[in-house]
């Protein structure tokens, strides 16, 4: 959530930020503006009151000696009066304060100055990629027929237990999505992150401290006789961690990871891209979150930009790094890097993370602070990224390494899984 006082100081810089996400707060702004001078006229007046019943009131031993009891009386009828306007100056100031909020949630992270234009997908700029595409033989599978193949992953028993995108995952297929998790959490905290293991439910607050609610698109899931939420993604529980909470400045950066099932309704997710692996309503996924100064934050993205990139390459997959632009960033995000890796029986680009600055716009809604050297308390910026998100990743991995022997597991992997090879 941006902050009052960003609003109301730049509105115009707001609103010409805000349009390069494709979204116009020209009205939005104005009504909070409005509606905060409204709040200001009311404070104001609130405070005039209650000066004048402090300065009434005080004075009333006075006048019993001066004017007697009729004169004290009568003060005490205006202290009254005065107090029941100051009841409905508190009423509408409340008024003000709530209709404020309600309106500034509504309202986008400013994208940062270098967040390309574009209205979509088509105006993201690839920023570097790397890894080398194979060639597949004639006859290569895409990752749901290797699946079926191998007994690795039962897409239609899935169907029978739940529905559509929630595969059952089998033998070889286990092993395999425990060796990357196990791979996933090792390289994190070998890079310095604290694993987590946090809920896959979270409340309300949580929900909206990330800027997950309220729910515009109507991703998450709701457990409405509980009034609680299924995760989707581990960064909500994570940085929540932090909500209501004064960090030293010393502490920064707050370093974490965490694995997690995540879970996604993916509304209005149809068509030929969204077979076997490429768009699940249940998935896993290892999440790194960290909390920094603000004025380290960008090196803090870039640092975990290279950390996700270190894995791909580890993986041995053809990779590409997208800067999103703003008509594709998220609500939340200040600036995003999206990772794709190559799908070769596919032929198509499959997203497995994304690595996200989101400045103060969380913290703000979290009151996620920290305390400088001077001890003045400020907001912290928080990131996030997916290092990595499994369901793509394993079916590049089936994908780019298959041949008539099988499918060669990269050598990476090959500690956790225990075999170097599927299908021998």
């Known amino acids: 959530m941006l902050t009052l006082k960003v609003i109301t100081e730049n509105r115009d810089e707001v609103v010409s930020r805000l349009a390069k996400k494709h979204f116009d707060a020209g009205e939005l702004i104005d009504r909070i503006i409005e509606t905060d001078k409204t709040r200001r006229e009311s404070q104001q007046q609130l405070d005039a009151g209650l000066a004048e019943v402090n300065r009434i009131s005080k004075s009333i031993g006075a006048l019993m000696k001066e004017t007697g009891k009729a004169g004290a009386d009568a003060a005490r009828m205006q202290v009254a009066e005065i107090k029941e306007t100051i009841k409905k100056l508190e009423e509408a100031k409340d008024a003000s304060e709530k209709q404020i909020h309600e309106l500034l949630v509504m309202i986008p992270n400013l994208p940062h100055e270098s967040v390309p234009e574009g209205a979509g997908a088509a105006g993201n700029v690839v920023e570097r ?15 749901w027929d290797l699946a079926k193949k191998y007994d690795l992953i039962d897409f239609e028993v899935g169907v029978k237990i739940t529905g559509a995108g929630f595969p059952v995952y089998k033998g070889y297929g286990c092993r395999l999505q425990r060796a990357l998790v196990n791979f996933f959490l090792d390289s994190a905290r070998e890079a310095g992150y604290m694993e987590i293991q946090p809920p896959y439910v979270v409340n309300a607050d949580s929900g909206y401290g990330t800027g997950n609610l309220p729910d515009k698109e109507g991703q998450m899931y709701y457990a409405a006789q509980d009034n609680l939420y299924l995760i989707p993604t581990a960064e909500v529980p994570v940085t929540n961690i932090y909500r209501d909470v004064i960090l030293n400045d010393r502490d920064l950066p707050v370093m974490n990871v965490a694995y997690s099932a995540c879970f996604r309704r993916e509304a209005g997710s149809y068509g030929k891209d969204v077979r076997g692996l490429n ?23 870039k640092e975990m930009v290279g950390y996700v990139q270190s894995l791909v390459d580890k993986l041995e997959l053809p990779w590409r790094i997208l800067r999103l632009c703003g008509g594709d960033m998220s609500f939340t995000s200040a600036l995003t890097f999206d990772f794709e890796v190559y799908s070769a029986a596919q032929q198509r680009w499959l997203e497995v993370s994304s690595v996200s600055n989101f400045e103060s716009f969380q913290a703000n809604r979290l009151k996620c602070r920290y305390r400088d050297e001077n001890k003045k308390t400020c907001l912290c910026h928080t990131l996030n990224g997916s290092a990595l998100a499994l369901p793509r990743i394993m079916a590049a991995l089936l994908e780019n390494n298959q041949s008539p022997e099988g499918i060669r597991i990269p050598k990476a992997l090959t500690p956790y899984t225990g075999f170097d090879r599927i299908g021998v």
């Open 279 to 301: 768009r699940l309503h249940q998935f896993d996924k290892v999440e790194i979150v960290r909390i920094d100064k603000p004025e380290h934050s960008y090196q803090s993205l």
């Open 129 to 143: 990629q790397g890894g080398v595409i194979p060639v597949l033989d004639a006859g290569a599978m895409p990752h």
